[in-house]
């Protein structure tokens, strides 16, 4: 397997056809840093956030995911830019990534890999957001979950980032309010489960 080695510069040989002289010039190529703390979020059961820290020296960054254990690149972000969704992804399975920052047809070298689990996906259709309210959100004990649509819920389902449910009830009227006092802080993911439709929405506890 062959050594990744960084090279601040890379000495260019020219030669002059008409001199017959051979010179020596050189150029800068500086290799870019490493991008650190790469973290993978899931967000839905069809969506992973990445995040990870920029770097001052490159014009954009590579993002890979794990292929067959062959890190794959799959998209860019440009310069500054250190933040990324990845879409229609397929739920409740784990995805691995890592970015390299790039600058003048050099790659840093691969920074931590992350990965995320996608939740647990469901049958999902369209829904006006406007039908659908949390309250308050964030929120630190009660929440209120209210809908306005013509459907009829039955369950309602509170899952964790790591896809893992974590509250399960039945639901009897368009105004459901529940304690979640007991769950630890951060993002929750909550499914609203009738018949025909199912709606989904996050929120956050503080």
């Known amino acids: 397997m062959k ?21 020596l010039s050189a150029k800068n190529y500086t290799i870019p840093d490493t991008p650190t703390n790469l973290v993978a979020t899931a967000f839905s059961p069809t969506e992973v956030h990445l995040t990870w820290n920029d770097v001052s020296n490159e014009t954009r960054y590579n993002i890979y995911t794990q292929l067959n254990s062959v890190w794959t690149l799959f998209d860019t972000t440009t310069t500054n830019v250190c933040t990324y969704s990845h879409q229609s992804l397929n739920p409740q399975t784990n995805y691995c990534y890592v970015v390299a920052s790039f600058n003048s047809g050099q790659s840093s070298i691969l920074s931590n890999n992350a990965c995320a689990t996608t939740f ?16 308050p959100n964030p929120v630190t004990d009660i929440l209120t979950i209210e809908h306005q649509g013509a459907d009829k819920f039955i369950n309602l389902n ?23 006092s007991i769950l630890h802080k951060g993002i929750y993911f909550l499914s609203l489960i009738g018949n025909s439709v199912t709606i989904n929405e996050k929120f956050i506890k503080d």
């Open 158 to 180: 509170i899952y964790d980032l790591e896809g893992r449910l974590v509250r399960s009830q039945n639901v009897s009227s368009n105004k459901t309010i529940i304690d979640i």
């Open 120 to 135: 647990v996906g469901v049958n999902e259709q369209t829904m006006n957001k406007m039908d659908l309210k949390l309250s």
């Open 3 to 23: 050594k990744l080695i960084p090279i601040a510069a890379i000495v260019l040989l020219s030669v002059s056809y008409l001199s017959g002289q051979v010179q």
